[in-house]
C-alpha cells in the first residue's frame, strides 16, 4: 500500500506468484501511477496458489525480453542440454546418458550414492547441493550430512540452537535463512529467503552469528533468537522449491517417477561444474 508515482516495483521470480498476489500487486501499483516488472522463468516451478499468470503474460505479449545467452554451465554441451530440459525434450535425456549424468537404482542405493557424491564433493571444498522433493528426504539427509560433520569435527557441537523442524544448527553448520529482512545488514547486502550461510558463533541468547557460504571473512550478520526458531533451515539438502535461485559448483538429485518436469529442470541446472541425477526405479 506504500507505492508511489513513478517508482519501479520488480517481482522476481515471477514464475513463483499466485494469480491473486500478482493482481492485487498490479491493482495497487496502476492506482499509485507505479511500474510493475515481472522478472523469472516461466518454465522454472510454478506457484503453490493458482498460478500461470506469468506465463499467459509471457506468450501473449509480443514485447516480453527473453534472455538468450547462457553463463552458469562450465561445460558447453549443458549449456544446450539445460535448454532441452526447460522446453520438455525428453531426447536430451540421452545427452545427460552419454556424459554419465545419470544413475540408476533402488531408493536405498540412490540415496546412498547421492549422499556419497555430495560428500566427497564438499570434502574436496566445492560448493555443492543435495535436491529432494520429498521433504522427509531433505530432513532425514540434513540429519545424516550433520552427524557425519560434527564426527569429523568441521561442526562444533557442544552449543546448539534448535530450529523449526526439530534439527539443531551450530558453529560449522551450513544453512539457509527463509525469511527477508533488510533490517539484518550484511556487508552491502541484507538477509534474504533462500541465502545460504555458514554458522560461526553460537551466542548465549540463542542468536547466531552467520556468514555468507560464498566468503571466507566479513559478510557477517547476527540474527536474532526468534529468527533463528521460525526462519533458518540447515542447507545441505533442499527441495527443488528450495533450490531455485542459487548456484553451486555441483548439484546432485535425487529423482523419482513423481518429480515434474519443471522441478527436474530447476534441479539439474544449479551446478556450475556438474548436475547428477539419481533416479529410483523401484517404485512404479
Do not use: C
Not at 501511477?33 to 522478472?39: D, E, P
Not at 539439474?268 to 547428477?276: F, K, M, S, V
Amino acid at each position: 500500500d506504500t507505492f508511489r508515482t513513478g517508482q519501479l516495483v520488480i517481482v522476481d521470480e515471477a514464475s513463483l506468484a499466485g494469480t491473486l498476489s500478482l493482481d492485487r500487486i498490479t491493482n495497487l501499483a496502476a492506482n499509485a501511477g507505479a511500474k510493475v516488472l515481472l522478472v523469472g522463468d516461466y518454465a522454472q516451478l510454478q506457484s503453490v496458489d493458482a498460478g500461470g499468470a506469468f506465463s499467459l503474460l509471457v506468450h501473449d505479449r509480443g514485447d516480453a525480453p527473453e534472455l538468450v545467452d547462457i553463463h552458469r554451465f562450465t561445460n558447453v554441451w549443458e549449456k544446450t542440454a539445460s535448454l532441452g530440459l526447460r522446453h520438455g525434450r525428453t531426447e536430451v535425456i540421452d545427452t545427460y546418458l552419454d556424459h554419465g549424468r545419470v544413475t540408476g537404482g533402488d531408493t536405498e542405493a540412490m540415496v546412498d550414492a547421492a549422499y556419497a557424491a555430495w560428500r566427497a564433493d564438499r570434502q574436496a571444498g566445492r560448493a555443492t547441493v543435495l535436491v529432494t522433493d520429498s521433504n522427509e528426504s531433505v530432513l532425514t539427509l540434513n540429519q545424516r550430512a550433520r552427524t557425519d560433520l560434527i564426527l569429523d569435527g568441521t561442526v562444533d557441537a557442544r552449543r546448539e540452537v534448535v530450529l523449526l523442524d526439530g534439527t539443531r544448527a551450530a558453529a560449522g553448520d551450513s544453512v539457509i535463512t527463509r525469511h527477508n529482512d533488510r533490517r539484518l545488514r550484511a556487508g552491502r547486502g541484507w538477509v534474504r529467503n533462500g541465502d545460504r550461510w555458514t554458522v560461526t558463533e553460537v551466542r548465549d541468547d540463542g542468536s547466531l552469528t552467520i556468514r555468507r557460504a560464498d566468503r571466507k571473512w566479513g559478510a557477517s550478520v547476527v540474527i536474532p533468537a526468534d529468527y533463528v526458531a521460525e526462519h533458518l533451515d540447515l542447507g545441505y539438502a533442499v527441495t527443488s522449491y528450495r533450490a531455485q535461485g542459487i548456484t553451486v559448483d555441483t548439484s546432485h538429485v535425487l529423482v523419482d517417477a513423481s518429480m515434474t518436469r519443471e522441478n527436474l529442470y530447476v534441479a539439474l541446472t544449479r551446478g556450475r561444474n556438474a548436475n547428477r541425477a539419481y533416479v529410483t526405479i523401484d517404485k512404479p
